[in-house]
């Protein structure tokens, strides 16, 4: 058990719908990332939180939102979802902000998101 | 631009058989930092080594080994006497000094010990 929760762990959904995935991180950890796998793409970085504040942006498409809160748990928002946005989300977290050095992160167990 | 590749798709050994999965990597930085993450068919991502550019030092961890040669910008990982409990999707990940903690995963490999 890496200590960073996830949910839901499944989510079932229909194209159109908007859903909000939760992250808790690590007990200490301020720094929050989010993950997508897909069997076409693989393991995607999505979006870095520090402490609340955006740190990086990776391939996120605009339909998706994350944010974190004072509480440093975090939401990744997808709306208006499509067929292909069915993948495994995985929230990820470390100690501190990694822009230097780099810190270890340690994933949750995922949310498989399946939209119909 | 950064890249991992991971050429083995699939690997299947018997049980007690060594194994080394590869990993080549791709990177403009002076200094970054590679990982290994073991994918079991429950679905989670389990940490298993982080190394530095500046620690060419191989290390073992019981039947775990990982050889790490910047000359070749390689990062494989052995196990050693494969057990059925090893069966998984391994990854290996490469992450740069200013990439905002971005990991770039490999495609992964999939690892089947038969017994």
């Known amino acids: 058990d890496s200590g960073v929760t996830q949910t839901p762990k499944h989510l079932i959904t229909a194209t159109g719908q908007r859903v909000t995935l939760r992250c808790s991180p690590r007990s200490g950890d301020l720094s929050v990332y989010w993950y997508q796998q897909s069997l076409d793409q693989g393991l995607q970085f999505l979006i870095h939180?520090?402490?609340?504040?955006?740190?990086a942006k990776g391939n996120i498409l605009e339909r998706f939102s994350a944010q974190q809160f004072p509480d440093l748990h975090s939401e990744l928002n997808l709306s208006s979802l499509e067929l292909g946005d069915s993948a495994l989300y995985f929230c990820?977290?470390?100690?501190?902000?990694?822009?230097?050095?780099?810190?270890?992160?340690?994933f949750g167990p995922g949310t498989r998101l399946l939209v119909l | 631009a950064q890249k991992v590749t991971q050429a083995q798709t699939e690997i299947s050994v018997v049980e007690k058989e060594d194994v080394t999965l590869d990993c080549v990597y791709e990177?403009?930085?002076?200094?970054?930092?590679l990982f290994w993450y073991k994918q079991p068919p429950s679905g989670e991502l389990v940490f298993l080594i982080r190394?530095?550019?500046?620690?060419?030092q191989n290390e073992i961890s019981g039947r775990y080994s990982w050889n790490f040669q910047k000359s070749t910008s390689s990062f494989n990982f052995t196990i050693t006497a494969s057990q059925v409990v090893d069966s998984a999707v391994y990854f290996c990940?490469?992450?740069?000094?200013?990439?905002?903690?971005?990991?770039?995963f490999g495609q992964g490999t999939e690892l089947s010990v038969k017994p």
């Open positions: 990940a490469l992450s740069g000094y200013n990439q905002g903690g971005k990991l770039i």
């Open positions: 939180y520090y402490n609340g504040e955006e740190r």
């Open positions: 990177t403009r930085d002076t200094t970054y930092y």
């Open positions: 190394r530095n550019s500046f620690d060419e």
């Open positions: 990820a977290s470390s100690v501190k902000d990694s822009r230097l050095p780099q810190e270890t992160q340690y």
